[in-house]
């Protein structure tokens, strides 16, 4: 199904949803977006998602059209209007449509809301291994802002997938950054290492879970600057992400990583995020 959207205050059909040559996110990605998980109707963590997107539109000086109560309803009535079960629920929030094409023309503009939902399979997924390659990180200065404005994330991505790699890692100065699309973790001596969040990291509401259950499977869990050498020369390292999950990265351009195997961490943790998951779609 997933036919039907918000789209500024209407319920309409995906296919009918039209927006002004002169909206902003279209001319200028000026905007932001959340992406929520949905487990059998239930939206997952949406607290935390809504609060992401409240600190996101504080970044860029966008006043959140709804309340928290309110983005709840809608998300609901989304939900509900596509049939339910397991979905992914988008919103992007632009500042609106300008009177003409003038990047600082901001006064008096509506912003454009849309909501809109996509199939997610939630069956028990197998691990899927990955390789990626480290380029240097070209994002702008502020990755904790989740904006529309992907296209180096996209350039960096499709770089990476050209010389057949799953992901790129990125890095500044030496320092691991995050993936394209992904968080970062790494295993030493059976301890978790992550980039500490920062304003050249989005905090995925994934890697949070991750690091809760790595807690409590009373693993430390550090949250720090990793440099490249450090990363090439982990015991384990995954990926992860919404779509992802947990991905072990078996080698790093030309760097196997434990002899291209899946360490006994990763799979702890994969496992115990499965168990995670199980318990919100029973």
Not at 162 to 180: M, P
Request: net charge negative; glycine share 6%.
């Amino acid at each position: 199904m997933n036919d039907v959207v918000y789209l500024n205050g209407d319920f309409i059909a995906k296919d009918k949803a039209k927006i002004s040559v002169l909206d902003r996110g279209f001319l200028f990605a000026d905007g932001i977006y959340e992406v929520i998980p949905v487990y059998n109707s239930q939206p997952f963590r949406l607290p935390q998602h809504l609060a992401r997107l409240q600190y996101c539109l504080e970044q860029i000086n966008l006043t959140n059209p709804n309340s928290d109560s309110q983005w709840q309803e809608l998300i609901s009535r989304i939900i509900a209007r596509n049939g339910g079960g397991n979905l992914s629920i988008y919103v992007q929030i632009t500042r609106g449509c300008s009177q003409d094409r003038n990047p600082l023309n901001e006064a008096e503009t509506a912003p454009t809301v849309l909501i809109m939902p996509s199939g997610l399979l939630v069956n028990e997924q197998q691990i899927t291994t990955t390789t990626a390659t480290l380029l240097k990180d070209i994002r702008w200065q502020h990755c904790d802002i989740k904006s529309i404005a992907l296209l180096a994330n996209i350039l960096l991505r499709n770089q990476a997938e050209q010389h057949g790699f799953g992901e790129a890692i990125l890095h500044r100065d030496g320092v691991i950054t995050e993936g394209s699309s992904s968080n970062v973790f790494m295993v030493k001596n059976h301890e978790v290492y992550t980039p500490m969040q920062n304003n050249f990291i989005l905090g995925g509401v994934t890697r949070e879970v991750i690091i809760e259950i790595a807690q409590a499977k009373q693993l430390k869990v550090h949250q720090q600057d990793i440099s490249v050498e450090q990363l090439l020369n982990a015991d384990e390292v995954w990926i992860c992400s919404s779509s992802r999950e947990i991905s072990p990265v078996t080698a790093i351009d030309d760097k196997m990583i434990a002899n291209g195997d899946i360490g006994a961490v990763t799979l702890l943790l994969h496992h115990e995020f499965q168990t995670f998951k199980k318990k919100l779609i029973s």
